[in-house]
């Protein structure tokens, strides 16, 4: 009865797995009731690795490379099963392939916006996305602490775990560098550098090595991002007396579009007063000092164009008149001399 056992059984000559592109990391060998023949055949292709396990105890790893499978060839699994017949029989054992292949242009990013204290800003939230790459080179700490003995792993079921990963790494990143938000988003070289190097022992906690990570953009939300730009435009014009005149002349050619607007403004053209001359007025107070105030600093050439510039774009609308055009640009011409 033992005997036909034995005929019955089916014996593995050769071991080996071509790899079909869907993405798979870890691959299983299929064994059923086979069991492998002695001197039988293990093929490693490039890009992979193979390793066995007995009773769930990782024995021997192979890299890529043609073996024949012996005692010398399986030290550990030779010890693990104590053959003291050198051997000579069949063996039954669990053979993963894991695939080393770049996995590249990976997509990371923040899902919902995260929290950071920035120091210019204070509690902001901010959005960053960009890509990766990575390759297995562990395949006994990959075994153990990812795949398991399941029949495959896939690179789409790791994707979230290393997604996350990185989220929270930047985040940490965010608050133990100190730097500006402003600075960040600013130079995402420098930043996706000091991801990097945050990330690559995170990456081998799981057997795997990080090639590359990209920040591709680092953004406030929208609300955020409009305060920024208020903020960056008073900077640059640097006085909030010609910022504001700057946001009323900017608001006229709206305003002359909608019935009642340039009245509601307090222009008034029905009431009596010439647009002429309230522009005379708000001009007049933008170029003299106020009472009580500090001098205003002389306009300068480069503000005088530009007011003679927005001027004419409202005679181009219909809104000014040649003749008070060319009275408002004698007086200002005037401020040269």
């Known amino acids: 009865m ?3 056992d034995f005929i019955k059984k089916q014996f593995i000559d050769i071991l080996q797995w071509t790899e079909d592109g869907d993405g798979t990391l870890a691959w299983r060998f299929p064994m059923a009731e086979m069991e492998i023949q002695n001197g039988a055949s293990l093929t490693v292709r490039d890009s992979q690795l193979a ?52 996995q590249l242009d990976q997509k990371w990013g923040t899902p919902n916006p995260i929290t950071i204290r920035d120091k210019e800003f204070g509690i902001v939230r901010l959005r960053a996305f960009g890509i990766y790459s990575y390759h297995l080179t562990d395949a006994k ?11 495959s792993y896939t690179r789409e079921e790791l994707e979230g ?24 988003a600013s130079n995402q070289d420098e930043f996706g550098k000091a991801m ?15 090639d590359s990570l990209v920040v591709q953009n680092v953004s406030l939300p929208e609300e955020l991002q409009k305060i920024l ?39 008034g053209l029905g009431a009596g007063m010439g647009f002429g001359q309230v522009m005379g007025q708000t001009m007049g107070q933008a170029l003299q000092p ?7 600093a002389p306009i300068s050439a480069d503000d005088i164009v530009a007011t003679l510039e927005k001027l004419h774009g409202l005679v ?22």
């Open 2 to 4: 033992a005997l036909m």
């Open 51 to 102: 390793l066995f396990v007995n009773e769930g105890t990782v024995a021997d790893v192979f890299a890529p490379g043609m073996y024949r499978l012996t005692t010398q060839t399986l030290p550990v699994l030779t010890y693990l099963k104590n053959w003291d017949k050198l051997f000579e029989s069949p063996f039954k054992s669990d053979l993963y392939f894991f695939s080393t292949r770049a």
């Open 141 to 151: 700490t990959f075994y153990q602490k990812i795949s398991g003995t399941r029949e």
């Open 161 to 184: 775990q290393l997604r996350n990963t990185m989220v929270a790494g930047m985040t940490d990143l965010f608050g133990e560098s100190g730097v500006a938000f402003i600075d960040m």
């Open 196 to 210: 990097h190097a945050k990330m690559t022992p995170m990456f081998a906690e799981y057997g795997l090595t990080l």
């Open 229 to 267: 730009d208020q903020k960056i435009g008073m900077n640059m014009i640097g006085d909030m007396q010609r910022f504001t005149q700057y946001q009323v002349a900017s608001s006229i050619p709206d305003a002359a579009k909608n019935e009642g607007g340039l009245a509601a403004m307090g222009v």
């Open 290 to 296: 106020q009472a009580g105030a500090a001098p205003v």
């Open 316 to 337: 181009t609308k219909g809104i000014l008149s040649q003749a008070e055009f060319e009275t408002k640009k004698a007086e200002l011409l005037k401020k040269l001399s």
